[in-house]
Structure formats: structure tokens, C-alpha cells
């Protein structure tokens, strides 16, 4: 019996380790990938690429090696923990002989579902390298793009009055350009983090204006030096006492009303130090904007 065909759509970390997961069952996968490069998420570009992911140079990923990895393609051993983006664009890289690569600009799925192919899923692709149209059939495909690839951006009262720059973290890639001015940093999540925590170095300074909070965790400072992903228990009492004794939330205004792990954790070891010395400022939420 012929193996099923499986068309996975983005080869960035989910990718990655969706095709490995169905290599391992045997099955005949394709992988689709509309930039030119694979790595996802954690590829640096210049330029800001509509429709894909995009990180400021500096960036270091927040998960460590041994997490974020496939246990039969692991980092190298001298490899940090906690890795910058250019290390894990190189394991990407070779980690690129495992793919049947096509460059796809641009994709349309649709079931065919007629007599015994109800399940049977066609795909009609771009070949960017070629310049033509070509159909696919396969019997499931697997989206892989990811939830960062598009910008959501919020509004407030009278933000059009506003004279100053406004700019998502999606177009962020570097800090020269806001030397001495006054910032705000909507959202605290890991983008907010820590694009406040670099301009904290060029601003005299950052306000975060929060309406909800989250547990700060520390990469290198778990257990015993241990990254912090690898060695945290589930019990919620546990590590919500082992975090707030590392750093106050509530004594900053921080501590959330939800239960740890009940949101996604923002692991940044610089922001607490910034808060301390004054460097960031915690504020409450945006009412409305003014010109200036």
C-alpha cells in the first residue's frame, strides 16, 4: 500500500517538527514554503516581509535548546541554552537536506470531496522559481504558518491627533533610530519585553502601559543554573512563590489575576532590572491620545 501524501504548508519550527513527526509514520511529505529561506520565526531579515514573522536583530529565543529541538537533531553541545537568532538559522540550514523543497508565493487549498476521494485534498501552488501553476493532490495537508506572521495592532481615542511615530514590533529591527526620545510600549508580552528592554538603553525613558499582567520567568536562573523551561513543575502554588521571590509582581504592579501557565509567560532576565532601576516604567492603561 502506497505511503499517504501529506502536504505541509511553512517550514519554520512548527513545520519542522510537524514533517518529522510524519516522517516517523512513514508517510510521503512535501513541504511548501513561500520566503526563501526556512526557519520560521527566528530567521532575521532587514526588511520587514509581509505575511511572515518577523524579530529585531538582537533577538535570542526564549525557549531553550534542549526544548526547542528535535531530540534526534539537537543543538550542539557548545551551543548556549538559550540561543540568538543567527544560531538557530544555521541548524536550520542543515537541517534543509531533509525537505522536499518547493518555493510556494502562492497557495490555494480546496477539499475534493466526489466518489472515493472524499478525503482527498488538492493544492494549487505557485513555483516561484519557475513561474508557473501546479496542482497537488494529497491526502491531508498540515498549516504550519504559525499565529505571528500578521501584525494585530490596537486603537485608542484620538489616536489620529497623534504627531509622533507609531509602529508595530512587526516593523521593529533596531534601536539607533529612537535614541533620546520618549517611548511607550504597548503590551507586555515577549515582543513588549523585549523591545523595552532595548530601547531602555538608548531612552531616558520607556512606559509600559498595561491592562493585564504576566509572571516574568528567568532563562538562565532556574535551577541551579538549569534553564528555567526544563526543570519547572506544574504545581501552581510552587512556581508562582519560586517567581515572586526571584521578583515582586505585586510590589510592581504586576501580579497577575490569572494562575501561572493559564497565559503564556514572558521570559526576559533584563526587564526586572530595568523596572527596578527605573529605567522601564510599569503605567496603567492608554486612556486616549493627544498630539503629542
Known amino acids: 500500500m502506497a505511503a499517504k501524501r501529506i502536504a505541509m504548508i511553512g517550514a519554520g519550527n512548527s513545520g519542522m517538527g510537524a514533517f518529522n513527526a510524519c516522517r516517523e509514520q512513514g508517510f510521503d ?25 518577523s524579530i529585531m536583530r538582537s533577538t535570542i ?22 540561543m540568538h537568532n543567527t544560531k538557530m538559522a544555521f541548524i536550520y540550514s542543515l537541517l534543509h537536506y531533509w525537505y522536499i523543497l518547493a518555493l510556494a508565493e502562492y497557495l490555494t487549498l480546496y477539499a475534493e ?21 501546479i496542482h497537488e493532490v494529497f491526502d491531508g495537508v498540515m498549516v504550519c504558518t504559525g499565529h505571528n506572521n500578521k501584525p494585530s495592532m490596537p486603537t485608542y481615542e484620538n489616536q489620529h491627533l497623534f504627531k509622533g511615530l507609531l509602529m508595530h514590533s512587526h516593523a521593529f529591527k533596531e534601536k539607533k533610530a529612537f535614541a533620546g526620545k520618549r517611548v511607550v510600549v504597548v503590551g507586555i508580552g515577549g515582543s513588549g519585553g523585549d523591545i ?31 534553564p528555567f523551561d526544563a526543570v519547572m513543575t506544574r504545581a501552581n502554588a510552587v512556581v508562582e512563590g519560586y517567581l515572586n521571590m526571584r521578583f515582586d509582581h505585586k510590589l510592581y504592579g504586576l501580579k497577575p489575576k490569572h494562575r501561572f501557565l493559564s497565559k503564556q509567560i514572558l521570559i526576559n532576565d533584563d526587564l526586572p532590572k530595568k523596572i527596578m532601576t527605573g529605567s522601564v516604567v510599569i503605567k496603567g492603561d492608554i486612556q486616549e491620545f493627544t498630539e503629542n
Do not use: M
Not at 534526534?72 to 553541545?77: I, L, N, S, V
Not at 466526489?114 to 513555483?127: I, N, P, Q
Open 196 to 226: 523595552a528592554v532595548e530601547l531602555s538603553n538608548v531612552c531616558p525613558i520607556v512606559n509600559i502601559p498595561i491592562d493585564s499582567h504576566r509572571e516574568l520567568g528567568h532563562s538562565p536562573g532556574g535551577h541551579k543554573g538549569n
Open 29 to 53: 511529505v512535501v513541504v511548501y514554503e513561500k520566503t526563501d529561506q526556512i526557519c520560521g520565526l527566528w530567521l532575521y531579515r532587514d526588511e520587514e516581509l509581509e505575511g511572515s514573522a
Open 113 to 133: 470531496e466526489s466518489g472515493f476521494k472524499a478525503h482527498v485534498r488538492r493544492l494549487t501552488v505557485r513555483d516561484t522559481n519557475n513561474d508557473r501553476l
Open 61 to 82: 529565543i526564549n525557549t531553550s535548546k534542549a526544548i526547542t529541538l528535535f531530540s534526534d537533531f539537537p543543538a550542539p553541545k557548545h551551543f548556549p541554552n538559550y
